[in-house]
């Protein structure tokens, strides 16, 4: 593995609040390119875990760039649904990345298993897995996660995806209710980050 500290990293995604989020967490002398400066599409996720997916995209975006290349692929895991939607969270959210419609399909879905699901506490938890890809082909793949459960309804404005429906252990706000900044402090993508900022 590179022992040289990363000056400059291109950070594999399309998603505007995923860029947010990592650029946030990324010490602020560093060089960042995005997908606003280079307008790639994005691949074929085609991982069954989100440690295959988040190497396929920085490999992509890696090779197509010829910059080390950092991307995450992330997503919630609801144990009522058996784990679902899982890896296909974004999936759920339809063509349009539609959230509001994905946060009705978790909704719909929970109340097939067990309509008195509000009386109850469901547990659910994030999961991110980041990848750092070399253009030399070495790459560092961790994961973080947070642990907690689905709110009865949606809740906030802040954050983006299922934030609104997810209250970390601990916590009486969604994810969607807290400042940014005290979310980034312990959100699964800064947990995943923690375990990969030495190369920075």
Known sequence: MSKKKIKEIFIGS????????IADLLPKSLK??????????????????????????AKYFSLKTKKICMSDDSGIEIDILDKAPGIYSADWAGNKRNFNFAIKKVYREISKKNKNWKKKKLSARFIC?????????????????IEGRISNSKK????????PIFIPKGKRLTFGEMEPNKKYRIDHRSNAFKKIKKFF
């Open 14 to 21: 399309n998603n505007k609040g995923k860029l947010k989020e």
């Open 32 to 57: 960042i390119y995005s997908n606003l400066d280079f307008k790639i599409p994005s691949p074929k996720e085609t991982g069954v875990t989100f440690k295959q997916n988040s190497l396929l995209k």
């Open 129 to 145: 897995a980041l990848t750092i890809f070399w253009p030399n082909g070495k790459f560092v793949s961790k994961i973080g996660k």
């Open 156 to 163: 906030g404005k802040n954050g983006f995806g299922y934030d």
